[in-house]
T-cell receptor, first 116, second 112 residues
Framework: EAGVVQSPRYKIIEKKQPVAFWCNPI?????LYWYRQNLGQGPELLIR????????DSQLPKDRFSAERLKGVDSTLKIQPAELGDSAVYLC??????????????FGPGTRLTVL | LAKTTQPISMDSYEGQEVNITCSHN???????ITWYQQFPSQGPRFIIQ???TKVTNEVASLFIPADRKSSTLSLPRVSLSDTAVYYC?????????????FGSGTRLSIRP
């Protein structure tokens, strides 16, 4: 079974430029997460989707960050414009949440963003 | 909102048992405890999850006392490949309202 796929793996941009990250979750997983991980820290949840609905976006900096999950499958996270402090690894995860099951999150390899 | 506290780092040797304790004093009744492992340049990987008492799988055990204010991840007979960062996560399962917070994790170093 294919895992969570993210692209690109690395991205270098200059500040004030836009950037987008793409995530394809594990087939059949209804929940999708975007995290940001700064060096030496744990992942910080940015947004969580259940199918097409964003159920938790309280930590998403909405002035410059946006996300979408059309058709409840793959998702895109965008930053516009990027700032120096946005340099981090952006992780995508997915899970299958069913009653009686486990909500184990499966993570992708992440996209390392460097803003110059 | 359940927050977790873990040791910043731990060292051990191959073949030893390693126990990493996480404190979560304000854990809620419906919260579950989950542990993840992360290697450099990879996303976190699920290790084990539990609610109370003891849970064991093929790679680890999770001990949760009756008051559930802490939990201990136990790795039996560690090897060099267990060198990684370990995160304790406390969150309500299946809830749109749950807040998912990863702490800073415990950096485990295994020596030959």
């Amino acid at each position: 079974e294919a895992g969570v796929v993210q692209s690109p793996r690395y991205k270098i941009i200059e500040k004030k430029q836009p950037v987008a990250f793409w995530c394809n979750p594990i087939s059949g997983h209804n929940t999708l997460y975007w995290y940001r991980q700064n060096l030496g820290q744990g992942p910080e949840l940015l947004i969580r989707y259940e199918n097409e609905e964003a159920v938790d976006d309280s930590q998403l900096p909405k002035d410059r960050f946006s996300a979408e999950r059309l058709k409840g499958v793959d998702s895109t996270l965008k930053i516009q414009p990027a700032e120096l402090g946005d340099s981090a690894v952006y992780l995508c995860a997915s899970s299958l949440e069913l009653a009686g099951g486990t909500d184990t999150q499966y993570f992708g390899p992440g996209t390392r963003l460097t803003v110059l | 909102l359940a927050k977790t506290t873990q040791p910043i780092s731990m060292d051990s040797y191959e073949g030893q048992e390693v126990n990493i304790t996480c404190s979560h004093n304000n854990i809620a009744t419906n919260d579950y405890i989950t542990w993840y492992q992360q290697f450099p340049s990879q996303g976190p990987r699920f290790i084990i999850q539990g609610y109370k008492t003891k849970v064991t799988n093929e790679v680890a055990s999770l001990f949760i006392p009756a008051d559930r204010k802490s939990s201990t991840l136990s790795l039996p007979r560690v090897s060099l490949s267990d060198t990684a960062v370990y995160y304790c996560l406390v969150a309500v399962r299946y809830s749109s309202a749950s807040k998912i917070i990863f702490g800073s994790g415990t950096r485990l170093s295994i020596r030959p």
